[in-house]
């Protein structure tokens, strides 16, 4: 059976989604397991940047702080595939033991190559903290 040009378009879709997905769920634990090597395998082979808070990181090495007891867990992701190239946005949950200590937002620009998807850059913003003698809008 032949597919027509949007049904492949949208199988390729489909399936760049799951494979996102996937990194998403390796980046994580790689991170919470203190992996650096693994941690940074899932970024492009070279040319990737690292944005926390701003501060923009092109040695990935400088950008790793995983490992301590933190978990990294992405959820509400929005993923658009278009061929190689990919974006995603989606919420960042960092857990200190059972703890939820900081939330924010991840904006990632993703590539298809060597057979597989990798994060070109990320951007993490975390949320600002309350202070907790702010009042109650």
Avoid at 13 to 21: E, Q, S, T
Wanted: glycine letters at 10%; proline letters at 1%.
């Amino acid at each position: 059976m032949t597919m027509s040009y949007q049904q492949e378009f949208v199988l390729a879709g489909v399936a760049g989604r799951a494979a996102i997905l996937n990194l998403n769920a390796r980046h994580n634990r790689l991170f919470s397991a203190g992996d650096f090597g693994g941690w940074i395998a899932t970024f492009r082979h070279a040319g990737a940047t690292f944005v926390r808070d701003g501060q923009t990181f092109t040695n990935l090495r400088d950008a790793f702080d995983g490992g301590n007891d933190q978990r990294l867990v992405t959820v509400d992701h929005e993923i658009a595939v278009d061929g190689v190239d990919a974006t995603q946005h989606c919420v960042a949950l960092l857990f200190v033991g059972a703890e939820l200590r900081a939330t924010g937002t991840f904006g990632d620009r993703l590539i298809y190559e060597r057979g597989g998807w990798y994060f070109t850059s990320r951007a993490l913003e975390w949320d600002v903290v309350p202070s907790k003698d702010a009042l109650p809008v």
